[in-house]
């Protein structure tokens, strides 16, 4: 069975732009979430979507961020225009009841 | 917002040392896990606590619940080399959805063959 994936699994950019994450949950889990850790710092809960619902969002940091789950099946965390402090590793995972998460790699993302 | 103290921040042992690594939060907690994140990966799950008081084990690893349901602590005996990695603790305290967890700042353990 494939585990979460995430792609891409480095992504360098340049402050300003825009960058597109993804992530693929495990099949059949309705609950995906997603997490960023900040170098040397915790890792941090950004949301946590229900199929294809928002059910918490509390921890996104800004509107700079838009995460969608259309269909319930894989999800997308965009940021624009990125900062430098939104560099860190950005985790997805994903739970089929919501107690035990499965992580993906992550997504090393550094804005210049 | 609600923080773990995670300590210590790294260690650098012998293979076949014991280790000990401890959280600590302000707030109580009524879930504690622990999880392992070897490089370039995401952090698996090693051991989940759902009772304040709780002991459990999983192979070399031992986790406990603190009774104030404020603390916890890893151990893992006879350390090997593939040990090495960063060790989270994570909560997850009453009201908070399934899922939104808080993390400490990570352990990082290097082992010395």
């Known amino acids: 069975e494939a585990g979460v994936t995430q792609f891409p699994s480095h992504s360098v950019i340049e402050k300003g732009q825009t960058v597109t994450l993804r992530c693929d949950p495990i099949?059949?889990?309705?609950?995906l979430y997603w997490y960023r850790r900040v170098m040397g710092k915790e890792i941090k809960f950004l949301l946590h979507?229900?199929?294809?619902?928002?059910?918490?969002e509390s921890g996104m940091p800004n509107n700079r961020f838009l995460a969608e789950r259309t269909g319930g099946t894989y999800s997308t965390l965009k940021v624009q225009p990125a900062e430098l402090e939104d560099s860190g590793v950005y985790f997805c995972?994903?739970?089929?009841?919501?107690?035990?998460?499965?992580f993906g790699s992550g997504t090393q993302l550094s804005v210049l | 917002g609600q923080q773990l103290n995670q300590s210590p921040q790294s260690m650098f042992i012998q293979e076949g040392e014991d280790v000990s690594m401890n959280c600590t939060s302000s707030s109580i907690f009524n879930t504690w896990l622990w999880y392992k994140q070897d490089p370039g990966e995401g952090p698996v799950l090693l051991i989940a606590?759902?009772?304040?008081?709780e002991l459990t084990s999983n192979g070399r690893l031992t986790a406990q619940f603190g009774i104030t349901r404020k603390d916890s602590f890893l151990n893992i005996s006879a350390s090997i080399p593939s040990d090495v990695g960063i060790y989270f603790c994570a909560g997850r305290n009453y009201g908070g959805s399934q899922g939104n967890l808080i993390f400490g700042k990570g352990t990082k353990l290097s082992v010395k063959p």
């Open positions: 995972a994903s739970s089929p009841k919501g107690e035990k998460l499965f």
């Open positions: 979507f229900v199929k294809e619902s928002k059910q918490d």
């Open positions: 099949s059949g889990h309705d609950n």
């Open positions: 606590l759902y009772k304040a008081g």
